[in-house]
């Protein structure tokens, strides 16, 4: 037996021990499995460990926010109690967010609301029946109102907190909304002459 064969073994034997060491030691994966707390931690209503703290949750019941959390009236709001939603004051500066509303407002709301805000216009609106942004009723409702509508949701919308996490987004959207109502005729005036 010459050094090269004795090379060759040397190198087989190396090479099917790779096999070995990935398929029986145990990774940094496996590892985790005995952290008996780790697996149902994910599940729990404590803080997720892989969520942004930018996502708004629900405060855990018997605890304080102390990272300036906007609070939660989501239960009274679905009762129908809209004060906290009406004493909401607009933080933004609405010409200075119209851009970034125009983008959220497009991508979160034109599908059921339209691109102007009429529904009617809307890709599947007609089909939910979801409301025209331009009634007077919808010009009567607070910002707050508007504001609690994209967090929280109201009738067929579903809540969108979770998708326009950020208060100052939402806000932008509430100042789009008022920027469509704003270059919308009243609810009962008429529309131009000659169809234009």
Known sequence: MGPKFCSAALAALLLGGCNWYYDRVPGPDDLMKLVPWFDHMVESRAVHP???GEVPRSSVPGTV???GSE???QAEFAAGNTATADRLMNPTDPNATLARGDTLYQTFCSVCHGPS???TDATVGPRLAAPSLLTDRARAYSDGYLYSIV???RGV???YGD???RPDYRWAIVNYVRKLQGDAPPAGAPGPVGGQ
Do not use: Q
Request: hydrophobic share 30%; aromatic share 24%; proline share 10%.
């Open 65 to 67: 926010p102390i990272t």
């Open 71 to 73: 609070g939660n009236w």
């Open 163 to 165: 998708k326009v996490y």
């Open 117 to 119: 805000g009429g529904a």
């Open 50 to 52: 892989y969520e942004s």
């Open 157 to 159: 919308m579903f809540p």
């Open 151 to 153: 967090r929280y949701g």
